[in-house]
C-alpha cells in the first residue's frame, strides 16, 4: 500500500516561499510510469494542478505557476518537495501531493492533504 504524507509550515507570512514536502512510503518515487504530482484546492474553489516531477526526476510546471515555482526530490528520503515562491493570501489553499499513474492515466494515490494559509 503507497502512502503519500505531505508536511509544511502551515502559516506562511506574505512575500516569503512556501516549502512543501511529500514523504512517499511503500513504493519508489523512481519507479518507471509513475509521476509525483503536486495540487491544491484553495478555499470554495476547485482543485488546481500545480505539477509534477516524474520518475527520472524530470520536471513539469502549469503555466499558472510556472514563474515562481519548483520541484525537487530526495531519492534517498524517497521524498519530493515544492517550493512556492512570493506567496500571497491567495495562495491560502489545501496542497495535495499524488501519484499519478502514466500507464492507466490517473491518480491512484492521494495524500490527506495539508492546509497552508498565507496572512501576516
Given amino acids: 500500500q503507497v502512502q503519500l504524507q505531505e508536511s509544511g509550515p502551515g502559516l506562511v507570512k506574505p512575500s516569503q516561499t512556501l ?9 519508489s518515487i523512481t519507479s518507471n510510469y509513475y509521476f509525483w504530482d503536486w495540487i491544491r484546492q484553495p478555499p470554495g474553489k476547485g482543485l488546481e494542478w500545480m505539477g509534477a516531477i516524474g520518475y527520472m ?4 510546471y502549469s503555466p499558472s505557476f510556472k514563474s515562481r515555482t519548483s520541484f525537487s526530490r530526495d531519492t534517498s528520503k524517497n521524498q519530493f518537495n515544492l ?13 495535495y501531493c499524488a501519484r499519478w499513474y502514466g500507464s492507466l492515466n490517473l491518480y491512484d494515490y492521494w495524500g490527506q492533504g495539508t492546509q497552508i494559509s498565507v496572512a501576516s
Fill in 19 to 27: 516549502s512543501l514536502t511529500c514523504t512517499v512510503s511503500g513504493g
Fill in 57 to 60: 526526476g524530470e520536471t513539469y
Fill in 83 to 95: 517550493h512556492l515562491n512570493s506567496v500571497t493570501p491567495e495562495d491560502t489553499a489545501v496542497y
